[in-house]
């Protein structure tokens, strides 16, 4: 075991602040990686103030992050994969049990025995998992990922949540050119669905309720943008969307989109705010529409939409920050005021 440095929070209403956090010495399948830089997903904001409390409760302290991109400074004499001097990313997941139905579908976001990065039972040590507000992290090789080496590192760590999470929903419903996509909330998701969906060639409509985040989202991939507040603006698209995908991280009226859908037309839902959504069953009856969720995705997946990314050179858009200003961040996220994600340059944690 060992020491490393972090930012963590005590409880719900305290800002984050530096920790010293233990760290297992790497086994014979881990990878022990230098964090550069990790994202700020609104996830970690839910999470340190517990606003999954009924489903996930957050235990304290808390030490959030799953958007990580870093250098390998150790390795374990079983690993293969990876070696010394070599960048690799992890992002929500560090370990499943590789047995389930679900794992051998490659899908480990569903096992029933997953560690998330954070929050989650730590098995080596006791105690829960810490994330990626941290300068160093050890994670088993086969929860690892493979950044392509010509992306700008600040901005490939949000592909590890905010990437993974839109595109392996939109790959699902394998949208292609000749469909019409929606995409709900232009934040850190929303643009990242917004980069995906024009790359796979579809009519990209973005809805967003940030007027002034017009001209970007024409920038960013879309061919339309409807500022969702403006009823006539909605009522142009009824009844007219294949596949819709809503990132929104607080509570909205989901019936508004529901019936902007074709027959047969598809929501999901990967935004996770804390208060459930009220759902008119005829807006869902109305032109045999369906809503459905969307979790992050499996490690293949989240593998090659990075070697996507590599090959159409696709990052976030990150406002790159230190750590000392992250509870300044987390207001500025509330205040939808961010463009399009923040990146912790973890080189700001050398000062604590
Ligand atoms: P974010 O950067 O804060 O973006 C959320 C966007 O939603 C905002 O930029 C805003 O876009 C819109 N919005 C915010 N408040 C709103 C309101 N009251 N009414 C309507 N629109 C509103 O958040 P994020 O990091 O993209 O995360 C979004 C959500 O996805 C969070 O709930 C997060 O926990 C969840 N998430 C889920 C998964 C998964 O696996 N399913 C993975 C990661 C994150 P406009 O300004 O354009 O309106
Ligand atoms: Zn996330």
Redesign the pocket.
């Known amino acids: 075991m060992y020491n490393a440095k972090a930012y963590s929070a005590a409880n719900e209403t305290s800002p984050l602040a530096p920790a010293t956090i233990p760290r297992r010495d790497p086994t014979e399948h881990d990878v022990q990686i230098e964090i550069l830089f990790c994202g700020i997903?609104?996830?970690d904001l839910?999470s340190v103030r517990n606003e999954w409390s009924e489903l996930m409760p957050t235990v304290y302290p808390i030490v959030p992050g799953h958007e990580i991109v870093g250098r390998v400074t150790n390795v374990g004499s079983a690993v293969t994969k990876y070696k010394l001097g070599d960048l690799a990313a992890v992002g929500c997941m560090v370990d499943s049990d590789g047995t389930c139905f679900q794992c051998k579908a490659s899908l480990e976001q569903f096992c029933p025995n997953l560690t998330l990065t954070f929050n989650s039972p730590d098995k080596h040590l006791g105690g829960v998992t810490y994330g990626g507000y941290s300068d160093s992290i050890v994670v088993d090789e086969r929860f690892v990922l493979r950044v392509p080496t010509k992306l700008d590192l600040a901005g490939a760590a949000p592909l590890l949540?905010?990437g993974i999470?839109t595109y392996s929903p939109m790959r699902q419903r394998a949208i292609t050119k000749g469909k019409k996509v929606g995409v709900v909330?232009?934040?850190?998701?929303?643009h990242m669905g917004v980069k995906f969906a024009h790359a796979f060639g579809a009519h990209v409509v973005v809805f967003?309720?940030?007027p002034d985040?017009k001209e970007d989202a024409l920038r960013l991939g879309a061919d339309e943008v409807v500022v969702s507040r403006n009823v006539d603006e909605m009522r142009n698209h009824a009844g007219s969307f294949d596949f819709i995908l809503d990132?929104?991280?607080?509570?909205?009226d989901i019936n508004a989109y529901l019936n902007l859908l074709s027959r047969d037309g598809n929501i999901t839902l990967?935004?996770?705010?804390a208060k459930p959504l009220g759902v008119s069953a005829l807006s869902l009856i109305m032109g045999r529409h369906s809503l459905s969720?969307?979790?992050?995705g499996g490690i293949a997946e989240t593998q090659e939409m990075l070697d996507f990314c590599g090959e159409h050179n696709i990052t976030a858009d990150v406002e790159v920050i230190p750590i000392q200003k992250v509870n300044e961040a987390y207001e500025r996220?509330l205040r939808?005021d961010?463009k399009?994600?923040f990146s912790i340059d973890m080189a700001s944690l050398k000062s604590e």
């Open positions: 997903c609104h996830s839910h949540c905010a999470t909330g232009l934040g850190g998701l929303g967003t309720t940030s985040k990132t929104v991280s607080a509570d909205h990967v935004g996770a705010p969720g969307s979790m992050i996220l939808i961010v399009y994600r």
